[in-house]
């Protein structure tokens, strides 16, 4: 059976189906109203999730804003816009990210460039970067100096620094692609005077991370994706860097390897935030509780917007007898 909404309309003839492009159609069915009815409906029977809030983000992009807010249904579109926005439904189709298809994203206000394979942004790390801006202004810290350790799109760092006009940061990565893009959003946002960006491994490089330290804080979001998780990822997930993802069998592996290291790169009582998978704060904290070698202290769990256990805040504690003066930046193993 033919479908009556697939990229274009479709006619029935005698013999054969006759297509008409949107483009070519009459200006009264090029309207805003009229374009999100028929390119939903085209999503909906591909069973793609969340169509009409795809459509509606991808119809807003083509108009050169964030979202529909403001825009008449009757709001006419050009051939050309028409055009683009065929291929990015097609694109959708094929269960490619919204925010990779727009080519951009809104985080904290800022608006980001992203692009596959780096990781996208979510919700819940602008809840992170809340938390960590909070608890500077808190504390009333000034010249603080943040780690910000897997940068993925910069997306993190780059929201703490703009809230923080006088803190400076590094940023490290593995992958060439995610440095490259947290220069640029650098860029684009006005923080790369107050950025160094970096691609080294947190399991390997920490001597070579050493010779940028102290640190007041570390922040990150490891991968945390466990072997279980693995195997049942939307599709979506699959255009996304899987070394973004999968944080080992049981999804610490890269959490446990900052963890070793944190104590070598913080200042005594500096801090280190993360946003970590469901369940695994919990994990972190029985952790430091049973190690005491890796000289961090558990100070709190935080919720996420849907009130389940998502982030972890740790101090860094010097012993008693411990020199603050005597302490050495360099690579310990993990633990």
Known sequence: MLKLFHKSRVLVSSYYPVVVPYWRRSCSSMTVGSICKSFTRQLEQENVPEAKISIDLMVAHVLGKTTLHGVTPSTHLNTDQIRQLESMCEQR??????????????????MLKVQPPTLIPRPETEELANYVISHVRRVRQNQVKILDIGSGSGALIIAILHALPTATGV???IADHA???????AQLTGVHHRLIVEKLDITTDVAELSRLCPFDLIVGNPPYLTDECLNNLETELSYEDNKALYGGPDGLDVTRSILAAASRLLRPNGSVWMELGLGQPL?????????????????????????????????????????????????????
């Open 93 to 110: 189709k094929r269960r490619m990210p919204v925010q990779y298809i727009i080519g951009e994203w809104d985080f904290c206000d800022l």
């Open 171 to 173: 940023a490290v990565d």
């Open 179 to 185: 440095c490259s893009l947290t220069s640029e959003n």
């Open 283 to 335: 994990e972190i904290k029985t952790l430091l509780e049973k190690q005491t070698g890796y000289h961090l202290q558990h100070v709190e769990t935080l919720q996420d917007f849907t009130n389940r256990d998502r982030f972890c805040h740790l101090e860094y504690k010097l012993l008693t007898n411990e020199d603050p003066s005597s302490q050495k930046y360099f690579a310990v193993p993990v633990m």
